[in-house]
């Protein structure tokens, strides 16, 4: 999908289309602010979102004020960006310059996500490997007359 399509799709604010998708939003972002939105993902500048949105690049010129910010929360709770955030990598401007260090607090929420996240997968893991073993040690009913 181009940038063009993107927008598209999204449409302005009189014309409102369907609602962006997280990965198209994303794209947006890595295209408008290719140093800051990076893979893997590294810090970034506290209040970054109110930052975009004052500038409002052209890219992102069809989306919503609260399209954008919810964009960047999403990024920011994805696992690689927790990572980054535990690890104390410096925290990024917008042309990707680091601007500050990772405070104690944001390390240890960053943390305790990426655990209670990994805890919860574990867990529906079990569960889906019990259900498995249940149904394979279970006599089929078929062709029992």
Known sequence: MTHGDTLSAVGT????KAKPSFAEIAELLQEAYPEAFTTPPKPLQIGIHKIIRAAKPASLEGLANATISNGISRWVRRD???EAVASRKPRHDLDGRPV????DEAVELATQ???RRRKK???IAKKRAAKTTAEQTQPSSAGTA
């Not at 604010?13 to 409102?16: G, L, R």
């Not at 500050?100 to 405070?103: A, E, H, N, P, R």
Request: glycine share 6%; charged share 20%.
């Open 100 to 103: 500050s260090d990772v405070g």
């Open 113 to 115: 996500a990426l655990r």
């Open 121 to 123: 997968q574990a867990a």
């Open 80 to 82: 690689a960006y927790l």
């Open 13 to 16: 604010e009189s014309t409102p």
